[in-house]
C-alpha cells in the first residue's frame, strides 16, 4: 500500500483528543488522551491524518510498515461520539469476514472501563496479503467524549500463548483519561530525568 508518509512523534495532538505514547517524551497533557506505552523494540512506522481520523502505526524495530509480522495500528476518529463499541466491532466483523470467507471472530470483552463504553475482540483469516501467512488481529475500541479510539495488534503467524497474554495485558492497561474530569483524570507527565 502506498501511503504519504509523515514525520514521527511521540505525541500526536488533535483537535478534539489526543493519543500520548508514553516512552520518551514530556507533554503537559490537555483535554481528553488516550494512554498507550510504546512497546519496547517498538518504532513508529508511519503516521497520518485524514479528516478526522489519526493513525499510528507502530512496528518492530526491524520492519516496516510495509513488510511486517506483527503491527500495532492505533486510530483515533475525531468528534465520532453517535457509535458504540458494539457497533463498531459489528461492522468490522462484517468487513473482515466479507474479505476474508473462512475468516472467525470472537468476542473477548465488553463493558466499562473508567466511565468509558468499551469493546475487545479478536479476527483471524487463514490468510493475509503477506502471502502463506495468517492474520489475527484482537481489537480494543473505546468511545470517548470527543473521540473514537481503536487499537489493533495484529500478527501475521499464530502467536504463542505468552505472545497472547501479553498483548492482552496491553490491551486491557490501554485508558483513557480527561484532564476536565476529576474521576477521569489523566496522569501527570514529568519531563525525564526530573
Do not use: H
Request: hydrophobic share 35%; glycine share 8%; aromatic share 10%.
Amino acid at each position: 500500500m502506498n501511503r504519504p508518509r509523515k514525520a514521527s512523534a511521540w505525541r500526536l495532538a488533535a483537535v478534539a483528543g489526543s493519543i500520548f505514547l508514553t516512552g520518551g517524551a514530556s507533554a503537559q497533557l490537555q483535554g481528553e488522551n488516550l494512554l498507550q506505552p510504546m512497546p519496547a523494540g517498538y518504532r513508529i512506522a508511519f503516521q497520518d491524518r485524514q479528516g478526522g481520523i489519526v493513525t499510528t502505526e507502530m512496528v518492530p524495530e526491524r520492519e516496516s510498515s510495509e513488510e511486517w509480522t506483527e503491527m500495532l495500528t492505533t486510530q483515533l476518529y475525531i468528534g465520532l461520539k453517535s457509535v458504540s463499541p458494539a457497533q463498531f466491532r459489528a461492522e468490522s466483523q462484517r468487513k473482515w469476514l466479507e474479505g476474508c470467507k473462512e475468516g472467525s471472530y470472537r468476542e473477548v470483552a465488553e463493558g466499562d472501563e473508567k466511565g468509558y463504553p468499551v469493546a475487545v475482540w479478536l479476527l483471524s483469516c487463514p490468510y493475509s496479503r503477506a502471502p502463506g501467512r495468517p492474520e489475527m488481529t484482537w481489537f480494543k475500541a473505546i468511545r470517548g467524549s470527543d473521540a473514537f479510539y481503536v487499537v489493533q495488534k495484529s500478527f501475521r503467524f499464530e502467536p504463542t500463548g505468552e505472545q497472547a497474554a501479553f498483548w492482552m495485558r496491553y490491551l486491557r492497561e490501554l485508558s483513557v483519561c480527561d484532564t476536565r474530569i476529576p474521576e477521569r483524570a489523566c496522569p501527570q507527565v514529568t519531563s525525564p530525568g526530573s
